[in-house]
Each structure stands twice: as C-alpha cells, then as structure tokens.
C-alpha cells in the first residue's frame, strides 16, 4: 500500500481543516489507517485509527470531540476531519496503514511501530 497525504495549510485558530490521504492498491480497504502528527522538537504521536471495517475508531485524548477520522474505499482514501483548531494542533500530519490486513486491536493500533506504510506527511500550522 502507498499513501500520499494532502490537504494541510495554515489555518486561524477555531478553524477547520480536512486531510486526504489517498492510497494506491488494490488492498486498501483490508487495512485499518491510523493518522499521526509530529510538532517540531516533539516525537510522532498518535492521532486517529480507522478499522478496515469501519467499526473501530480510536483517538487521543486530546483530539476527541473536535477530529473525525473516516473512509471511503471505493475510492482508496480515508480523512481526517479536523475542527476547532488549536495552536498546539500544528504538526506533519501523516497517515498510515497497519502492518497486518484484516486486523485492529486497542492499543496496538496506537504504537507507531505497528505501521508498516506511511504517507510523506502534510503540514498542518495554527495561527493563535
């Protein structure tokens, strides 16, 4: 699976902002995606998770209530739907897709390293 990421840009604070990332592959839909973000001087962190079924849905704490992770197979992308921005929201945003097909489990669907395809990022800034 190959992913491309898209969709970041500046936004004011309190605004909105949607995330593509679409994939290439005929396997797409048999995968969970989970999105992640990594502000400057801070490490990757986990954002959303998506089942391949669309059943399981995860997200952090500090997201919850203001970002939508959702899906669309038939047409190989899934999205991150990001309100209310806050400033410290800025990060690369990046999407990836689990390491197994068929296969979504709280809390390894967290860790970073369960993912074996990433997009190239996109770039996400806040204005306060």
């Known amino acids: 699976v190959q992913l491309q990421a898209s969709g970041g840009g500046l936004v004011q604070a309190g605004g909105s902002l949607r995330l593509s990332c679409a994939a290439s592959?005929?396997?797409?839909?048999?995968?969970?995606l989970g999105w992640f973000r990594q502000a400057p001087g801070k490490e990757r962190e986990f954002v959303a998770a998506?089942?391949?079924?669309?059943?399981?849905?995860l997200y952090a704490d500090s997201v919850k209530g203001r970002f939508t992770i959702s899906r669309e197979n038939v047409k190989n992308t899934a999205y991150l739907q990001m309100n209310n921005l806050k400033p410290e929201d800025a990060a690369v945003y990046y999407c990836?897709?689990?390491?197994?097909?068929?296969?979504?489990?709280?809390?390894?669907?967290?860790?970073?390293?369960?993912?074996?395809?990433w997009g190239q990022g996109t770039q996400v800034t806040v204005s306060s």
């Open positions: 990836a897709a689990y390491r197994k097909s068929l296969y979504y489990a709280d809390p390894e669907v967290r860790r970073i390293s369960e993912y074996a395809y």
């Open positions: 592959g005929r396997t797409f839909s048999r995968y969970t």
């Open positions: 998506l089942s391949w079924s669309g059943r399981g849905i």
